[in-house]
């Protein structure tokens, strides 16, 4: 699994013009399922993210997790993100390590799934669709996580 997680202080998705999704603050987080992940990759990912120290506490410093905050998720699937941009390939992505369609929507689910049995509010994409996402960044904070 390969992730993208980013504190946002609004994230709005949309599909078609039409408002599928929005959260006020918290984490927006664009996942890719890789070729081979399993359901511990992520039920590891979702506890992960849930306790992710990166909200500020009274004193400034990046101590809160998600549900320490009170704030939402925002979690898009972006199979591109399993893509690599090798040496000698040419200049094409090779989406080569993204896991097929099936398994992937069934393991981004799993995550969701775990994500509210923590409690937590968790919003999402349209697996597969073209999205346009706006969003106000935090910092901008971002992180990358592999698993």
């Known amino acids: 699994m390969r992730a993208v997680i980013q504190r946002t202080f609004e994230t709005a998705l949309f599909v078609d013009g039409k408002e599928i999704s929005r959260i006020p603050s918290g984490l927006t987080v664009f996942l890719a399922v890789c070729r081979g992940?399993?359901?511990e990759q992520a039920d590891y990912f979702a506890r992960k993210l849930s306790?992710?120290?990166v909200f500020r506490d009274e004193n400034g410093k990046?101590?809160?997790?998600?549900r320490d905050a009170g704030g939402e998720i925002l979690l898009v699937s972006q199979f591109s993100l399993a893509g690599t941009l090798g040496k000698g390939t040419g200049n094409r992505p090779d989406f080569g390590h993204a896991e097929l369609p099936d398994r992937a929507r069934e393991l981004y689910e799993r995550v969701i799934g775990k994500l509210r049995?923590?409690?937590l509010t968790v919003k999402t994409g349209v697996f597969g669709a073209h999205m346009y996402i706006e969003q106000k960044q935090d910092g901008p904070l971002s992180?990358?996580?592999?698993?």
């Not at 990046?62 to 998600?66: H, V």
Request: with cysteine; aromatic share 10%; net charge negative.
């Open 51 to 53: 306790n992710l120290r």
């Open 37 to 39: 992940d399993t359901e």
């Open 62 to 66: 990046m101590n809160k997790s998600i």
């Open 117 to 119: 049995e923590e409690g």
């Open 143 to 147: 992180f990358i996580f592999e698993c």
